[in-house]
């Protein structure tokens, strides 16, 4: 410390009777951080910074605390240094990453609808009031009934309920008049409403919905429902399940579409036999088509939360979750350029009754629990809001307006389409041009929907998620207009609104902006100041936090508010850190504040904050007089006190021993010391004089023992300001995680037990640490957990094998109480808790096996999660060497535990194939295989295969959406744990795996049902830029229907005119109505099977490639099935017999070149040189060929069903040539037949 610091410690010296060498003259020459204040350009003038309300000030002397140029340069210097800095590190962009992993889905796999028929359903018995029991399957003379005794179903448009039968033809009776009279039928109905929520991606367990009936509906001929969406009924209803009752009828297909997504779900086939069961979410757009012979029965339910939790989310291991973290992390410690809010648009609409976080549905609630669970640590907050986009322009009116209900939305509504093709759509109201877009975010909720402010300020570039989110909306239908006809000469005036819920996140230093708008620190300041309490609350300390990050030079509320309440809260902690932060003065802080501080908290702890505040001063003539001040109020307090504690005991004990002795320090000093029964001092205390060597060692070891003894004896562990609770829901979700302070400070006690070889010293803790007289069972368990665990934990690690006294005896009843609420409820228990089991365990009793033997036995008969099991095996893994350091028993009780968790674990995703958001399902098996081999228990995979391989249901979806992409991870699992892809272990999961998909999904090549139409379509020769997709998409593409989206009605007609032309026996089409207008064609099913079979094989090749780049490895590890699936994947059949004896390779490729290519393929990689050349000469030969068709030069776009060209490289082009019909240029030659053909073969080279 410079001088004015020497003055300070030099100052209560004179108290102690000590004499003082030092001279006053020696206080101005050493003092180079005191500045005169006519430095100083006395302007006086504050500059504001923009970002984030920073405030630089010229000062001009009057105000200590201002620093002038010194400040700038000293500025100037450190944000010459961020910049290297960040030039170092890598930069963020908050806004573009969140973005980019937000509308990635965050491994969301649910759907937006559900369908399944149950052919095993009970019959309800359905009981009508005023009716009676209708039987099932319904027959024409209960339909009757019920029809006479039903009402016309209505529709709800706009604040109207309206009923047309163009637009909705159907019966209802309301459910309250209907009855079930099977006990059978609700436990099957719970049964399907755990169904729908699994597809829909909801949890059930913690949502607990429930179902309750809203109509009977009863379609006749003739009728239907055009596209629409349902109405929130109640509070909390989130979907909606409709049952379709055994009943004849034909047509009524029911299709929904959300997005980009779009479903039609025909269930008439078997309707008369089976109960249909479809759902969606509420805001999901559905029509129910015409129905065309019979009478179709539906129960309607409505489907409502009944729980205010959020839904469960992946791990927060996994690769989202981590880098989301990442991004959160980031953007909570950069308050300058970080945004202070991000707005993300969600993928469903809400009502205001359901603007809050349990009624949120699908991708929505999963991404709002995954922000919950990664930033709530972090300090993060979330808020829904209503944002509404408002266009306004000029209008396209043949003179029609509206046209009525059939022509427009009202509130959460959709349009209704009549679907009459002949109709002109010119008649409808358009947009001719938008003239002004504005964007509005109102009515901010939390997640429990409180309202937190009305209105909010946002900037669309910087942030929102999507930026275009103007474009985003308005490309769908819009939810209101108001049309103004034609005025004089102008044309008629068109306003479009379109609402939208968004999620709004902010960070915690921006949370008082987004409550209190612009006074977010004026009211901090004043809500401090107002505090009167001898404790702070959780709002004030978050307060003060709020202060301290944006104080920005305003000195005087920091001294009038934080610094004040620290002194009333008896927080000296906090009062340093107030001075240290806000680069304090003395001067700013005001003598009578420092007085009344050094009285109460002793200057042994604020010693470093009054040399920082000196150091501070810019004024010399300030931070003298401060030092005159401040030795002349010592010398008038009671010398002695201030001698014991208000010096620092390291200076103290040096200015003892150099002019008095070491028997005066012990017999004089110390009891002075102990007598304050400050424990904290004490322990300070014990740390110096241990480190002071000057002091013989056995006088100090007696006097570090007595010092550190007392204050063993008088500490509370229990007893700080911020006690340990059981969380609540609102703390859990504002506050973030921490260390209790009880931890911090045994540790602190523990730390100088060791540091000064008073381990014996530590027996003084035990007693007070299970002091637990008084306290609740769930209190008891909470300081178990939290606090002695990780205690024994640290002071195991700490003491490195030496003996700590009383660290048994607590670690054994720390472990029973634990082990005893464990048994009690097995449902929490987290890798955390085992930890701290088996460093206890380790330490009872001398036995470190004692978790192998007396503990584990104990967590096995429990019904323990698949990732509680994962958990204990990871921990002992972990420590098997403290565990078993013969290395003996931790193998079997691994091998026990990982053969029941490979056999209750999930092994498959929840929802097959890819999720709506387009990403891949997860491959939950991978990691369990690997987690098997990383236990060095590769038997254990075996089972794992098992399961794979025998699901309770193998179909081609299973084997397509759940084995096929194993493939690539496995063969990438193999060779990291160096493991051969010849394994027996792995060998039948990468041949089986083959043989599924290739006879279950790829199965017989279909006939060429294209050849026929080549023709036709290569008249069709226009090269605009959408025909020639149409044209490939016909042809080419394996999916049955394509949109074209916004294309325009010019456009649009110019495709339906071509498609009317070329293709009307391939292809149906359909006006997409949004503005502009979009297409949708949906080619024959006759076509669909071609390109499919083409994809699959594609994709067969594909999966055989991932296994190994060497056509020699394939084959080893594809074994004798290798032939079989080489020739599925050729289209051909394959004949299960032995080679005959016949000539040699050499020979037969000098009888038949196509053969002899095969064979080279066949002998291995030495001839693969051979075989290509020999294949290319045979492709080019049968392109040749393919080239004299008279309708081969095909238009653009036009693709040839089974081209010589197309067929991936895997096959030999000889033997592709004679893949399909089209391929053949003229009848082959009789040839000898053969039993096996070498063609079946595949190169992957």
């Avoid at 909720?445 to 937190?452: A, E, F, H, N, R």
């Avoid at 010293?761 to 035990?766: E, I, N, T």
């Avoid at 934990?793 to 609420?821: C, D, F, Q, T």
């Avoid at 565990?883 to 079997?892: C, G, I, R």
Wanted: hydrophobic share 40%.
């Amino acid at each position: 410390m410079s001088a004015p610091g020497a003055v300070a410690l030099a100052t209560p010296t004179h108290a102690a009777g000590l004499p003082d060498n030092s001279a006053p003259s020696d206080v101005n020459p050493q003092t180079p951080t005191l500045h005169n204040a006519s430095e100083s350009d006395g302007t006086g003038v504050v500059k504001e910074n923009p970002d984030h309300g920073k405030v630089v000030s010229e000062g001009n002397g009057e105000n200590p605390n201002e620093r002038g140029d010194v400040v700038d340069q000293e500025e100037q210097y450190d944000d010459e240094e961020d910049e290297d800095e960040d030039e170092e590190e890598e930069e963020i962009n908050i806004r573009e990453e969140l973005g980019d992993i937000l509308e990635g889905g965050l491994e969301f796999t649910g759907a937006i609808s559900y369908n399944k028929t149950y052919p095993t359903a009970p019959n309800p018995v359905l009981d009508i009031e005023g009716l009676g029991t209708v039987g099932l399957p319904l027959g024409l003379r209960d339909a009757a009934a019920i029809k006479a005794c039903a009402e016309q179903a209505p529709f709800g448009m706009a604040d109207q309920t309206v009923i047309d039968k163009t637009v909705r033809d159907t019966w209802e009776i309301d459910g309250r008049k209907v009855n079930f009279e099977n006990a059978a039928w609700h436990p099957f109905l719970q049964g399907i409403l755990r169904d729908v929520c699994q597809a829909l991606g909801v949890n059930f367990d913690a949502s607990k919905p429930r179902c309750e009936l809203y109509k009977l509906l009863l379609y006749e001929t003739g009728s239907h429902f055009l596209p629409h969406v349902d109405t929130e009924k109640v509070d909390g209803m989130f979907a909606t399940i409709v049952v379709v009752l055994p009943s004849k009828f034909t047509g009524g297909a029911v299709h929904v579409s959300h997005g980009g997504f779009s479903e039609t779900y025909e269930h008439s086939a078997r309707s008369q036999t089976e109960t249909t069961v479809l759902a969606w979410y509420t805001d999901v757009e559905h029509a129910v088509k015409p129905i065309t012979s019979g009478y179709r029965l539906a129960l309607s339910f409505n489907v409502i939360h009944t729980t205010n939790s959020l839904r469960p989310v992946v791990s927060k291991a996994s690769d989202a979750a981590v880098r989301l973290r990442r991004i959160l992390k980031s953007w909570a410690e950069d308050n300058y350029d970080a945004p202070d809010k991000i707005i993300y648009l969600l993928d469903h609409k809400y009502s205001q009754a359901n603007m809050s976080g349990s009624a949120l549905k699908g991708s929505d609630a999963h991404l709002v629990a995954m922000l919950d669970s990664v930033g709530r640590p972090l300090g993060f907050h979330l808020g829904l809001a209503n944002l509404t986009c408002t266009q306004r322009g000029s209008a396209v009116d043949s003179g029609c307006g509206y046209r009525g209900y059939g022509r427009r939305r009202g509130g959460w509504g959709s349009w209704y389409d009549d679907e009459d093709e002949d109709e002109d759509e010119d008649e409808f109201v358009e947009m001719e041009e938008v003239e002004q877009t504005d964007v509005d975010i109102e009515h901010l909720v939390d997640m429990d929907g409180k309202l937190i402010r009305e209105t909010i300020n946002f900037d669309v570039e910087t942030d929102v998620i999507p930026q275009e989110v103007a474009e985003e909306i308005t490309a769908s239908h819009h939810d209101d207009q108001s049309y103004e006809g034609y005025m004089g000469n102008y044309a008629g005036s068109l306003e479009r609104f379109y609402r939208r819920t968004v999620l709004v996140i902010w960070p915690p230093f921006a949370h008082f902006d987004i409550i209190h708008g612009g006074r977010g620190l004026e009211y901090a300041c004043e809500k401090v100041r107002a505090s009167t309490g001898p404790r702070p609350t959780q709002e004030e300390l978050e307060l003060v936090n709020l202060i301290l990050s944006r104080y920005r030079g305003r000195t005087t509320e920091i001294v009038s508010s934080v610094c004040r309440a620290a002194f009333q809260w008896r927080d000296v902690a906090l009062w340093a850190r107030a001075v240290q932060t806000c680069s304090l003065s003395v001067a700013a802080l005001k003598d009578d504040h420092i007085y009344e501080v050094v009285a109460t908290f002793g200057f042994a702890l604020l010693h470093p904050s009054l040399e920082f505040a000196v150091r501070m001063e810019n004024s010399n003539v300030h931070a003298i007089q401060f030092l005159d001040n401040f030795e002349n109020w010592v010398e008038r307090q009671r010398s002695e006190e201030l001698t014991a504690s208000a010096i620092p005991p390291g200076p103290l004990i040096t200015l003892v021993l150099k002019h008095r002795d070491v028997e005066f320090l012990e017999k004089s000093v110390l009891p002075l010391a102990k007598s304050y029964q400050n424990p904290l001092t004490l322990k300070c205390w014990a740390s110096d004089l241990h480190n002071t060597e000057a002091i013989p060692a056995e006088a100090r070891a007696r006097m570090v023992r007595e010092i550190l003894s007392a204050a063993m004896a008088i500490v509370d562990f229990w007893k700080v300001q911020k006690p340990l609770a059981p969380p609540t829901y609102a703390l859990v979700y504002h506050r973030p995680t921490e260390v209790p302070e009880e931890l911090k400070r045994a540790k602190e006690y523990a730390q100088t037990c060791l540091d000064v070889n008073c381990e014996d010293l530590f027996a003084f803790a035990v007693p007070k640490l299970l002091a637990f007289e008084g306290l609740q069972e769930n209190m008891i368990q909470l300081r178990v957990k939290e606090v002695i665990l990780p205690l024994i934990a640290y002071v195991s690690a700490a003491a490195h094998s030496r003996p700590v006294a009383g660290l048994s005896e607590l670690s054994e009843k720390a472990l029973a109480l634990h082990l005893k609420a464990t048994l009690a409820d097995s449902r929490n228990i987290s890798q955390a808790d085992i930890a701290g089991m088996i460093q206890a365990s380790a330490m009872t009793c001398g036995q470190p096996d004692f978790f192998l033997t007396g503990i584990i036995p104990k967590l096995e008969a429990l019904n323990l999660q698949d990732t509680q099991l994962r958990a204990i095996m990871e921990e002992v893994h972990a420590k098997r060497a403290l565990l078993d350091p013969s290395d003996t028993k931790v193998q079997p009780v691994l091998l026990r535990l990982l053969k029941k968790w490979v056999s209750i674990v999930n092994l498959t995703s929840t929802t097959y194939g890819t999720s709506y958001y387009g990403q891949q399902s997860p491959k939950p098996a991978i990691p369990v295989l690997e987690f098997c081999l990383t236990l060095r228990l590769p038997e254990v995979c075996t089972i794992v295969t098992k399961r794979l391989l025998h699901p309770a249901r193998l179909d081609a979806e299973y084997i397509k959406n759940q084995l096929a992409p194993l493939l690539p991870d496995l063969s990438a699992l193999l060779g990291r744990q160096k493991q051969p892809l010849s394994s027996p272990t792995f060998v039948p999961l990468f041949s089986t795996i083959m043989l599924y998909y290739t006879e279950k999904v790829l199965g017989p090549r279909p006939a060429d049902t294209l050849s026929k139409h080549v023709q036709a379509l290569n008249r069709w020769t226009c090269s605009c830029e959408l025909c020639p997709s149409v044209r490939r998409f016909l042809t080419s593409e394996a999916t049955e229907r394509r949109e074209w989206q916004r294309i325009g009605a010019p456009k649009r007609r110019h495709v339906e005119q071509f498609l009317n032309l070329h293709a009307r026996s391939l292809a149906t089409y359909t006006l997409i109505r949004t503005t502009p207008q979009g297409l949708t064609v949906t080619k024959a099913k006759e076509l669909v099977a071609p390109a499919r079979w083409v994809e699959h094989q594609k994709k067969g090749l594909d999966m055989l490639k991932s296994i190994s780049a060497d056509p020699a490895v394939v084959k080893t590890v594809l074994g004798d099935d290798h032939a079989k699936i080489s020739a599925l994947l050729l289209g051909r059949p394959f004949v299960n017999a032995p080679v005959p004896a016949g000539p040699s390779v050499a020979a037969t490729a000098d009888a038949n070149p196509v053969h002899a290519a095969a064979a080279q393929l066949l002998a291995g990689p030495s001839h693969a040189g051979a075989a290509v050349a020999s294949t290319s000469a045979m492709a080019a030969a049968s392109a040749a060929n393919a080239n004299k068709r008279p309708y081969s030069a095909a238009a653009p776009g036009v693709a040839q069903l089974y081209p010589a060209n197309s067929v991936p490289g895997g096959i030999p082009a000889s033997a592709s040539a004679t893949v399909g019909p089209s391929n053949v240029a003229a009848r082959p030659a009789k040839r000898r037949k053969t039993t096996y053909d070498e063609k079946d073969i595949i190169d992957l080279t």
